[in-house]
């Protein structure tokens, strides 16, 4: 076993963490310049958000394949893989010259992107001892949220300075690195043990999973949550990016940086699972969201970024507390259960924006608001009706 403070755990966590910060900013880089691609390719921002949404869609239906994969084929070698794949699609992007191009080398990307997030934590299991796998995976989850905070980051800046396709020269590198560091500093596994793929059984558990209604709710709140979350940051950039604000891709990127106060609500979710029943504190979540949400219909950017603050608290400690959720509750295929939930949380990401187009289109901001307020409400219910269920079931 790999222990903690030992010169193989330093290495092979500083080599996940560097890869998840590469994997994350591929996936995230483009959100900031959606308005930017728009005008470039004269697109509506639902048309625009597909050059992002296709990368989510993708990675969030990998997973669906990945887990079971892994299983036989070994964790190291499919992250290797997918990581040179990724890395590969990341150079195609630097050479593309419509949109149809840049939509199909992201989806192809986006596939590619699936294998970190499926095996990573898996691969610590196997190989750490208990107290390195607690830090490491601290680590990892940290190094998630950098990559999509630096992803978008970098692209405003470049785009600011140059154009918007100098993004992927950098991340290209980065990720030619992360290859690197992985094959070089990432020990072969020696916990694991081989097993076959069938995928008639991987198939069984995903549905054993969704007739479970205790489970198909927390995947409805996590993946409906995302599905407007990430999306009202789609919606907003092109508010900022217009009148009164005018506001360039740089600084648009630095609205992200909101995503700060999420790593607090991730880290105070085990607290406040102590004081409410977990349902009850994924309900207060879904209310933080709502009162954010609320505050962006001022017109002063100070307090839209404010909601944004907010927003980013209530939603990741409702997502930390469904994905603790469905891994208590699942009573086989944990492993398949996380990775479903994931799934809806990544395909709810890609969509949310043609739920959201028609409220745009009513009422601009204002409309997407509101449209969001609804999916929130929808989502609050969802907790208590889960709460309730679940108390009927115990006997309480």
């Given at each position: ?10 290495r ?5 963490c ?8 591929n ?7 959606l308005p ?6 004269a ?25 079971a994969?892994?299983d036989a084929?070994g964790?190291?070698?499919l992250?290797l ?7 590969l699609?990341?150079?195609?992007l ?5 949109f149809?191009?840049l ?18 934590i ?8 208990k107290?390195a ?16 905070i ?8 470049l785009?600011?300075?140059g ?15 992360s290859?690197?560091l ?29 007739r ?11 993946g ?11 919606y ?10 005018y ?6 990127g630095?609205?992200f ?9 991730s880290?105070i979710?085990?607290?406040?699972a102590?004081?409410?029943?977990v349902l009850?504190?994924?309900?207060l ?13 001022s ?5 839209i ?16 507390l469904?994905?603790?959720?469905v891994?208590?509750?699942a ?6 259960a ?24 009513w009422?601009?901001w ?13 989502t ?6 889960l ?6 079931q115990?006997?309480l």
């Amino acid at each position: 076993m790999i222990e903690y403070k030992s010169p193989a755990f330093y290495r092979s966590t500083f080599a996940l963490c560097f890869a998840a910060v590469v994997v994350f900013a591929n996936l995230h880089l483009l959100q900031p310049l959606l308005p930017v691609l728009s005008r470039e390719f004269a697109l509506t921002p639902l048309q625009t958000s597909w050059a992002y949404g296709a990368g989510t869609l993708a990675l969030g239906l990998s997973l669906l394949v990945y887990a079971a994969l892994s299983d036989a084929w070994g964790r190291r070698k499919l992250l290797l893989l997918t990581l040179v794949g990724m890395t590969l699609c990341t150079l195609a992007l630097t050479q593309v010259e419509s949109f149809a191009a840049l939509v199909f080398w992201r989806a192809l990307q986006g596939l590619f992107l699936g294998g970190l997030p499926a095996v990573a934590i898996a691969y610590m299991g196997e190989e750490y001892s208990k107290p390195a796998l607690v830090t490491a995976v601290g680590f990892y989850i940290s190094a998630n949220s950098l990559g999509g905070i630096s992803g978008r980051l970098m692209a405003g800046a470049l785009a600011d300075i140059g154009h918007w396709q100098w993004v992927f020269w950098p991340v290209t590198l980065l990720g030619a690195v992360s290859c690197y560091l992985i094959w070089r500093f990432l020990p072969r596994s020696k916990g694991f043990s081989v097993t076959p793929f069938r995928l008639r059984q991987a198939l069984a558990d995903n549905l054993f999973h969704l007739r479970q209604p205790l489970l198909l709710l927390s995947y409805l709140i996590g993946g409906l949550n995302f599905f407007i979350f990430l999306n009202q940051y789609t919606y907003i950039a092109f508010v900022l990016s217009g009148a009164p604000y005018y506001l360039s891709s740089f600084w648009i990127g630095l609205l992200f940086v909101t995503y700060f106060t999420g790593t607090v609500g991730s880290a105070i979710s085990g607290k406040v699972a102590l004081k409410l029943p977990v349902l009850l504190g994924m309900a207060l979540g879904v209310l933080i969201l709502i009162l954010g949400t609320v505050i962006t219909l001022s017109s002063s950017l100070w307090l839209i970024v404010l909601g944004f603050f907010i927003n980013a608290f209530g939603f990741f400690l409702t997502h930390s507390l469904a994905s603790s959720w469905v891994n208590q509750h699942a009573s086989r295929a944990k492993a398949s259960a996380s990775a479903l939930y994931l799934v809806f949380y990544y395909v709810g990401a890609s969509t949310g924006g043609v739920y959201l187009q028609p409220f745009w289109q009513w009422h601009a901001w204002s409309g997407v608001v509101w449209g969001a307020v609804l999916m929130y409400a929808a989502t609050l219910l969802l907790c208590l009706w889960l709460w309730q269920r679940s108390r009927l079931q115990q006997g309480l």
